[in-house]
């Protein structure tokens, strides 16, 4: 097995020229696309962007805000409120589309790898990494712990609003007897509600600080040299498709709309029962596979796995294969939906150094974390496995 070499630090180049801010919907993201597009470009490869919208964080809590101020004005009975307030919305077409809280844009950016003259459906392989970043200014792990709270919070909060809802409208309460109960309930939760908000704006709102150079500087940098590799020398059996996905870091938001809104097209194109996602987010002192996950410990694409475990050992590649209980809040999650509609034969993968979230988000995240050796290695590792599990079709 010979290693195809990618130019010279060309990898570890990467990461360094993507260190500055990349938040969504900034301009920081759009130059991050920018320059993965020049470098491909370059090599007289063309791509192909994708737009969409989301709802932000801020915006989702700024309607739950709008929720409370509306639920009050009912059990309140300021009827006559809500009625004006929708007639004056609905004067003109300009106050119908004022908003406070309009969506938020992004982009995925495309590129097909395929054999021109194909006469049969091939099956496919998704190489995925996000380019956009994101700057906190707590650590990882207790960052894990916030928002699990928060959604917590939350729920427990709408299960109150439901029974003050259900209470209002059929009454199976004595409204009299309950009234200052259900008051002060709403009272404690709505503040408590924005009390515990200040962390999460805290999380959302800062905007500097982090290179996002493992995360994921680095799995930016290794699919353009993989694109680079195998636009040169094509599969033989499988086309490629890479997606280098926006909005990864305020819910899979590219890749989830990558998933819902192509998964048809692919469908009749491709073969997606022989398909695979191979998912490249965080590769910085080593380079991680996940290949069991949850409390049984259950083995994931144990066939894939073997095949890129088995490329390391003949490489003479080090790679981590480890358990998580829980799985990772990354792109390769979107593809269960492409999984659950191939009952189960397509095939995911995830390369992701676990162990290096202690530095992400934050100033820790710098080029100076992420070794050439290793970026090269995994290029190598991609290349050949890919290569592998195409001549075993």
């Not at 990467?14 to 696309?33: M, P, V």
């Not at 049969?120 to 970043?133: E, G, M, N, V, W």
């Not at 819910?251 to 997606?272: A, C, H, I, P, V």
């Not at 590649?317 to 269960?336: A, E, G, Q, R, T």
Request: net charge positive.
């Amino acid at each position: 097995m010979s290693k195809l070499i990618p130019e010279k630090n060309a990898g570890i180049n990467h990461i360094k020229n993507l260190a500055f801010n990349r938040k969504a919907s900034t301009t920081g993201e759009t130059k991050a696309i920018q320059y993965i597009e020049k470098e491909l470009n370059n090599e007289g490869i063309n791509t192909i962007r994708e737009y969409f919208e989301w709802n932000s964080q801020i915006s989702i809590m700024i309607r739950i805000g709008y929720l409370i101020i509306l639920i009050n004005l009912i059990i309140f009975r300021q009827i006559l409120i809500i009625v004006a307030f929708f007639i004056i919305k609905n004067l003109s077409q300009k106050l119908k589309n004022l908003s406070l809280i309009p969506r938020e844009t992004s982009k995925n950016l495309e590129l097909w790898i395929n054999d021109k003259e194909k006469k049969q459906k091939r099956p496919l392989i998704i190489f995925t990494a996000h380019y956009d970043s994101i700057t906190v200014i707590i650590p990882y792990k207790l960052q894990l712990i916030v928002f699990t709270f928060y959604r917590i919070i939350t729920g427990i909060y709408i299960g109150i609003i439901i029974l003050l809802l259900i209470n209002f409208f059929i009454g199976f309460f004595n409204p009299i007897a309950n009234f200052n109960f259900f008051l002060l309930m709403d009272i404690i939760l709505s503040v408590f509600g924005i009390l515990i908000s200040i962390p999460l704006l805290l999380l959302v709102l800062k905007e500097k600080g982090s290179y996002g150079s493992i995360d994921n500087a680095s799995g930016v940098s290794i699919t353009i040299e993989l694109a680079k590799l195998l636009k040169k020398n094509p599969l033989k059996n499988y086309d490629v498709l890479f997606l280098w996905t926006g909005a990864e870091e305020w819910g899979m938001r590219g890749s989830k709309y990558f998933t819902k809104n192509f998964y048809w097209k692919l469908e009749k194109n491709q073969d997606l029962n022989k398909s695979i996602n191979i998912n490249i987010d965080m590769v910085g002192s080593y380079i991680g596979l996940l290949c069991k996950r949850g409390i049984f410990k259950k083995d994931l694409n144990d066939n894939i796995n073997q095949i890129i475990t088995s490329c390391a050992q003949k490489l003479n590649i080090p790679i981590d294969c480890y358990w998580k209980l829980i799985n990772i809040k990354s792109d390769h999650k979107s593809f269960k939906y492409f999984e659950r509609k191939t009952d189960g034969n397509f095939q995911i993968v995830c390369f992701h150094s676990d162990k290096d979230s202690k530095y992400i988000h934050s100033s820790k995240d710098s080029p100076e974390k992420c070794s050439s050796e290793i970026i090269n290695n995994c290029i190598y590792l991609c290349y050949e496995s890919v290569r592998e599990i195409d001549s075993n079709l």
